[in-house]
């Protein structure tokens, strides 16, 4: 049966047949992949916007695939959580995050790394205490980790949520409220959720040069998270004028390519260097 397809054309069972194939081979690559250590981080400047200081970094995942070359999450993720393999994923970027996290400490930069939490991290309960180890045995304060977790996350299950995030507060470490905005939650959930701050999608920051409408819909998201004592960060800050408004407005922090874009660690190292000067 033919089912349509994006961009609306029509795609066949033929095409769903080799599709399936390339999944399979994609799937037991990304098993290898896991063991092969061919997952890398690549790493985005968060600025404090009233200071233009550095307050942290987002690891986001690649993969740096033997023949196909460096692949993005919107190439692999949906397929490692669909078989499963999410959990051991996370494990993996949580482990070379907070060893990149010693790193940084070392070299005397006390910013926070954040990990990108996928909603079905809720089942596992022992979440927080293998986190809170792996933070220990490195020699790290709590506050090296941010985990952004999304609205999916907190909505799936609201109570084995709370009670997860909780228990990764009570140890210091902070949680962040990514994609804020995208998501059907309900505006109570803010109030009484254990979150430090909340992630402005980009899809609001991208309009806000050119539309009025887009630039008032995020200067009050701002004052409405100051209001309920939360930090808020704007994040796909891709031009100047995104960057003046949200000075203006208010907002804490700004993530986005105007700034810098996702790179290796010691791009980093440089950029910083550089800004240093
Ligand atoms: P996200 O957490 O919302 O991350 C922001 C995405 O926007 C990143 O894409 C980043 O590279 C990109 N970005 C940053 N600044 C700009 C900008 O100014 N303009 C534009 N157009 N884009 C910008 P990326 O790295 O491809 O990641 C996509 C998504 O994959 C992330 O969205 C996150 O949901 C997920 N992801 C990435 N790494 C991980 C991970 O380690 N674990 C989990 N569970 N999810 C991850
Ligand atoms: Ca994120
Ligand atoms: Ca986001
Ligand atoms: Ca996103």
Redesign the pocket.
């Known amino acids: 049966k033919a089912k349509s397809g994006h961009n609306g054309h029509h795609v066949y069972r033929s095409a769903d047949n080799s599709h399936g194939a390339t999944r399979l081979r994609t799937l037991q690559e990304l098993r290898i992949a896991l063991t092969d250590d061919q997952f890398v981080?690549?790493y985005?400047p968060k600025i404090e916007l009233k200071t233009g200081t550095v307050n942290g970094v987002?690891?986001?995942?690649?993969w740096n695939h033997p023949t196909r070359g460096l692949l993005?999450?919107?190439q692999f993720?949906a397929m490692a959580e669909e078989s499963g393999l999410?959990h051991t994923?996370?494990q993996v970027?949580m482990r070379q995050a907070l060893d990149q996290a010693a790193v940084w400490l070392a070299a005397g930069r006390s910013f926070t790394v954040a990990?990108?939490?996928?909603a079905s991290s809720l089942v596992d309960a022992e979440l927080p205490e293998r986190v809170a180890a792996m933070i220990e045995s490195r020699g790290l304060p709590a506050s090296a980790l941010t985990l952004?977790i999304?609205e999916e996350f907190l909505m799936a299950d609201r109570d084995r949520a709370r009670e997860i995030l909780a228990r990764l507060r009570a140890s210091g470490i902070r949680i962040s409220v990514?994609?804020f905005g995208t998501g059907y939650s309900s505006l109570a959930y803010l109030r009484d959720l254990p979150i430090d701050e909340l992630?402005l999608?980009?899809s609001f920051v991208f309009p806000m040069a050119d539309d009025a409408r887009a630039a008032a819909l995020v200067a009050s998201t701002i004052d409405l998270a100051h209001g309920l004592g939360l930090r808020m960060v704007a994040?796909?800050?891709?031009n100047g004028v995104a960057y003046d408004e949200l000075v203006r407005y208010g907002c804490d922090y700004a993530?986005?390519?105007?700034i810098c874009?996702?790179i290796p660690a010691a791009d980093l190292d440089q950029w910083l260097a550089r800004r240093e000067i």
């Open positions: 981080l690549h985005q987002e690891a986001l995942v690649r993005f999450p919107d993720l999410m994923l996370t970027v990990v990108n939490l996928s952004e999304t990514d994609d992630k999608d980009q994040e796909g800050v891709e993530q986005g390519y105007f874009r996702p």
